[in-house]
């Protein structure tokens, strides 16, 4: 009787344990075909160039004539380099932005809103993976906490590429919300070439990416 007990009580444990290795194991399946589908096995650096416009409380539209963001995702860190056309005439006005694990958070999430540095991160992260529809579209969700408090979920689409990353910023949580539409490739790297990020909502950034440099050199 003790023994059949014990046996019933080591099945029990092994059924409460099945279900957590399964589902690591069906969320590192998932990361690893975006990373066959975009063949970013070997990237350690991108740096992705492009012009669109930028938005100021979703209504007030800038032309942006350069968009530069380098990304290093060894470091990890990002280099953003946004040149906008302003004013009546039109004036250039350089904005640079150098952004590392250490920065707050409301700049920090821009460091893992792309498809290669939030692949990476998950992996990391001890994600987790949901199905998702939405608008009649399946997607597969793959959820993570960076530092045991930030939230990002990205939507990774039926070819494999990640469709859409969602970040919460302060204040009140506010839903930063990226989009990449379009993948093209550039020298065999798989990236999107539209790039819509939204706020609460609304518009905050366009990009048109018309150059990609997997690994290039980052000084």
Not at 10 to 23: D, E, G, K, R, Y
Not at 84 to 104: F, H, L, M, Y
Not at 135 to 143: E, G
Not at 175 to 196: A, H, S, W
Request: glycine content about 4%; proline content about 4%; some cysteine.
């Amino acid at each position: 009787m003790v023994k059949r007990h014990a046996q019933f009580v080591v099945l029990m444990i092994l059924l409460a344990v099945l279900p957590a290795t399964s589902l690591t194991q069906d969320t590192n399946t998932v990361l690893n075909n975006v990373i066959k589908a975009m063949n970013s096995q070997n990237l350690k650096t991108i740096r992705f160039t492009g012009s669109g416009s930028s938005y100021t409380a979703g209504k007030e539209v800038a032309w942006v004539k350069s968009y530069i963001r380098d990304i290093d995702l060894n470091t990890p860190s990002a280099r953003i380099q946004i040149v906008r056309a302003t004013g009546a005439p039109p004036v250039d006005q350089t904005e640079n932005q150098s952004i590392g694990t250490s920065a707050a958070w409301s700049k920090q999430y821009e460091l893992w809103t792309n498809p290669y540095s939030f692949v990476k991160a998950a992996m990391a992260n001890k994600a987790t993976t949901t199905i998702q529809t939405v608008f009649a579209r399946k997607f597969t969700v793959v959820t993570f906490m960076l530092e045991n408090k930030y939230k990002l979920s990205g939507f990774i689409n039926d070819q494999n590429l990640i469709e859409k990353i969602q970040a919460w910023i302060d204040p009140n949580d506010t839903l930063v919300e990226t989009t990449f539409r379009d993948y093209k490739e550039f020298n065999g790297l798989q990236c999107p070439t539209m790039i819509i990020e939204t706020q609460a909502g609304e518009m905050a950034l366009l990009v048109v990416v018309n150059d990609v440099k997997p690994n290039a050199p980052i000084n």
